[in-house]
């Protein structure tokens, strides 16, 4: 079976799952990549030497061979590209094909009503209802969006992103976070808006008033950064912060396997979240805004994780500090967590379960797992825990 990914360019967020799959599938598989990565996304760490990757083409390199390879594959799955004119030919063909997107509608469902927006999103999906092409949904609200709309009935199935897995011996769990000092916290991600690298400061000044012994860990940058900084000194709490700037991958993990609480305070306009994965991967306790993408299919509340609703300080507030108040009770949340990412939500499993999938899908059979990676999509309405 010849399998062909197409999105806008590999990263190491897609990495793991492409490696899995070219194990599998050796010379079958290819990935496309439809353009180079931004400048700010090398900047913080993500750039990636394709030359060294043996299954990636660039379309904008040699697009008849890649054409080609689209029209001609077995199984094609796309992500955002960039490009529809590259995938409504491969959709018209009939032959099996898969779509992958984060929501629609991530500012709000209202913007559904538009009449221009409903036209687009016609030609690029709706009309293609009765097909049998299916939408793996990269996170939690997907499947709501393209309900609203009408498209792929019956056809939403739960998927992510999929980041590098560590397997840990039991001593080397055991043994990975301080269990004497302060209680470690980590935040990472761009300093912008939607990501509330507020928050963290906020709180910090409330575990100080408490006289909680703490550190932070903040990875990252954006244009936040200089008056989080500030705001930093004004309170006096730069001994209970490090600042890391942008940080390679590898690097923020190291940081995370130190850790023993991820706070991840993203609002709605976050499709997955792939540091959720990275935290829980790392044994961390989560702590997470329930409109992130990623949340609901990840954390189960107080069993491996804890969600907080529409982006409500105070109730974020209040988790973390029960936290600090019962961590003897509470830290098996991170081990819950790590046995998440490594049984089920990993690389491996998802491209083990997506090839299962597509062979029935060639026979005109749709059956789908039963739990994690490929299982129904359930229909969730966004902002309600």
Known sequence: ??????????????????????????????????????????????????????????????????????????????????????????????????????????????????PRGLLAKYREHIRYRRQNICMLCAGAYAASDFRLIGAYPNKLFCWGYFTELRIYSEEAFAAMKPAEGPLEIVWAGRFIPLKHPEYVVRLAKTLQKKGYAFRIHMLGSGEMEPEIRQEVEREGLQDSFVFYGYTPPEKVRDVMEKCHIHLFTSNQLEGWGAVVNEGMNSGCVEVVDARVGAAPFLIRHGENGLLYEKGKYDRMEALVLDLFEHWEERQSMGRAAYETIRDMWNAEHAAAALLRFVEKLRQGKIEPEQEGPLSIAPVIRPGVM
Not at 17 to 24: G, I, K, V
Not at 75 to 98: H, M, N, Q, Y
Request: contains cysteine.
């Open 1 to 114: 079976m010849t399998f062909t990914f197409v999105s806008n360019y590999i990263n190491h967020h897609q990495i793991p799952f492409c490696e899995a799959l070219y194990q599998r599938l050796g010379k079958d598989f290819t990935f496309i990549q439809t353009m180079p990565m931004e400048q700010e996304r090398r900047e913080m760490g993500w750039n990636v030497d394709i030359n060294d990757i043996p299954y990636v083409m660039c379309l904008y390199e040699d697009e008849y061979e890649c054409l080609k390879k689209i029209m001609e594959s077995d199984v094609v799955l796309f992500g955002w590209t960039g490009r529809e004119d590259i995938v409504t030919p491969r959709l018209a063909s009939g032959k099996t094909t898969l779509r992958v997107s984060e929501r629609l509608y991530r500012e709000g469902q209202w913007k559904a009503v538009s």
